[in-house]
Every structure is written in C-alpha cells, then in structure tokens.
C-alpha cells in the first residue's frame, strides 16, 4: 500500500489525520504539487484526475477521494470506529461529511483558489486549465461563513459533530476550519461552541499533521 | 419511515432509483420547491439546510443527502447491493460517486442555476440569497464535457462505472446526464461508450422515474 500525499495541501490532511487516528503505518509518497507533480504522466497513470489524496494497493488498484480512501481504511482496520458506531450514525457522519464538503470546503477553497496568484490559470482542481472569476472570492467566503455558523448551533448540543465520539465529520470540518485562515476567516467571536470544539480537535496528537 | 422527495429535482431522482434498484416500499411526501416549500418552517425543522432529499426514521432523526440515506437504505436493505460487494468495490463506489458529483453534477448544476430566471437570487443551493454568476455558465458547462469525456474512457472497458455490476455510481452519472438537457447539453457523438451505458441504463425499469 502506498498513500500518495502532498504535506502542505488541505485534503490529504483528511488522510493523515484519519490514519493517525487509527495508529497504523502507511507508506508514504510526497507529491510536490506547487511544481506540478500531479500533472505529469507518472502520477497521471496513477490517478487521471490528478488528485491528492490517493492510495494505491498492493495489485495496483488506485483509490482516490478522501472518503473513498477513509473507508477503505475503516473495512481494514475498524478500530477505533471513525465513520459511526450504528447504521444511523454512520449515515449521520456521511451526511455531516457531504454537507461539509459542499458547503464549508467548497467555500474556502473556491475563495481561494479564484484568488491566490499560484492558481491562476488553475481555478478548477484537475488537469484542466479554467480562469480565476474573481466574484467567486466573496462567494466562497460568505458560504464558509454559513458553515461556521450552521456548525456552531449543531456543537451546542453535541460535543462532536455526530453525538459523543470522533469521526470524518469532524476530520473534515477541522480541515475546513484551519484551512480557512488561508482567506484570513477566523472563527467569529458568537461561535463560542464551535471555537471550544476546535479547541478540543485541535489538542488531539492528529490534528499535529 | 418518510421519504420528502420532489419528483421534478434530480437530486431526490437518485434516491428514487436506489428505492426502485432495492424494490422497497417506501412512504412518500412529496415536497414543493418550485413554491418554495423547503424554505417553510415546516420542512426546515426536519432539514435545517432546505435539502431534499430527507428520509425522516420512525424515532423522528431525519437523514439528508443523497449518499447518506442510500447507505442507510443499503444497511437495512442489502439485496441486491448497490454501493459495491467488497470492500474494493465499496471504496470504488464512494470514488466515483464523489468525481461525478465534484465535475458533472456540479458542473450541470451551476450552469443550470446560474442561468435560470428561476433561480435569480437562488444560486446556491440552501436558504441564503445568492445572486447568479454568469461565468459560471460555460465553467460549468466545460467541467460537465470533461465530466463525459472521462467517464466515456472509463466506461470503454467496463460495463457499468465500477465493474461489471449496477451501482450508486451510476445513478448518480445517470442523474446527471439527464439533468444535462436542461443545459441543452447532450452526449458528445464521439462518447460511443457512455453512450452505449447511458442507453443501456436508461432500459432499466428503475429509470423511469
């Protein structure tokens, strides 16, 4: 098994936390994507969508997208449960996972990438070349805005995203968070169950990744 | 067990198929979003994001997201399996459902939404206002032609998305390209593959709907 990674991007983060989370020891390849690693042919032929995270298994299956991955994980090695302990929550951790990606991630990332000069040319994640369309930079910013908000009336009554344990939702929405600040969004002040939840994510020995 | 669908949105559509794939029985309320039906208090206290689909349980938890309540559906109900038999297959499922929902569905959406005069104000999926982007218009339309070009490659040596069985993938692709005629979008001439799938998909009885 060999997990192709980049260490500075937010989403093999997902990744790292989720198998430092399960204690296991996987293999790792650096893909150095500011230089455009994941366009060339060798990493192509491995993932043709040119995406970190991926994991390629010992009869050259590759699997990428950071749940794909997550869950393989989980089938192998199922302690501790990261994605739910019961049918119901582990559709409540996709469900928080799914509305955190399309709203909190997505954000943040479009907000950025529409902006940053690395991305120029690059708007789109993939080999494809899309433009930066500025009017997408408050828009991502306002829809991350909306996810913090949204997730600190959910922690007021929860102590993680799903009921009383870790799981990818959380993994997710700490990524999300801690990569806002690349858009200078941090947690408002009134998110006061949010911050103390990030609080406590953040003190635990994955969240180092 | 309460299925809130909308049998004009394609979104719920892929739900509609799983139930059809599973041959369940499942109630159904049906909900208007054309009038604006989600946005009422009614339904926003079962689904706080102003989503259908939602699968509200007998103890009253509500399930949002298409992914989430088809794996619920999928625990309860595992004949015939939709979301993958191993766990390879299970992980290539959740990879391809996420690569089609990231470029095609998304794709086909923003350029739908940001165009239609049904949607002015109404770009983003939620309650929140969000004015129309018209660069998302051929963004999005581009994103969805990859969409095709690259699913049209994987499908030229499988039969269905991931191997040689009908899963969640493929509704969700099947969803998508549907909705693609809203953007007057057909299958490229030159996709003979997807478009040998998306016929052969279509034939089924479970598409009907």
């Not at 869950?71 to 199922?78: F, G, M, R, V």
Request: hydrophobic content about 40%.
């Amino acid at each position: 098994m060999l997990f192709y990674d980049c260490a500075t991007a937010p989403s093999p983060r997902r990744v790292r936390i989720f198998i430092a989370e399960k204690g296991i020891d996987v293999p790792v390849q650096q893909i150095d994507l500011r230089n455009g690693e994941h366009l060339q042919p060798e990493f192509r032929a491995k993932n043709p969508d040119c995406t970190v995270p991926a994991l390629e298994l010992d009869d050259g299956t590759v699997l990428a997208e950071s749940l794909a991955i997550c869950t393989y994980l989980e089938a192998l090695h199922p302690e501790p449960p990261l994605m739910g302990r019961t049918d119901v929550e582990r559709a409540q951790v996709l469900m928080w996972n799914a509305r955190i990606e399309r709203t909190g991630l997505s954000g943040v990332g479009e907000s950025f990438r529409n902006h940053s000069k690395g991305f120029i040319g690059r708007a789109v994640t993939g080999s494809e070349s899309f433009d930066q369309i500025p009017q997408l930079v408050p828009r991502g910013r306002r829809m991350a805005e909306l996810f913090m908000a949204n997730l600190d009336e959910r922690l007021a009554s929860n102590e993680f995203i799903v009921g009383d344990a870790f799981t990818m939702a959380d993994i997710t929405a700490l990524v999300t968070i801690d990569m806002a600040a690349w858009i200078k969004l941090p947690i408002p002040a009134a998110c006061e169950h949010l911050k103390r939840w990030h609080d406590s994510v953040s003190a635990r020995p994955s969240a180092r990744t």
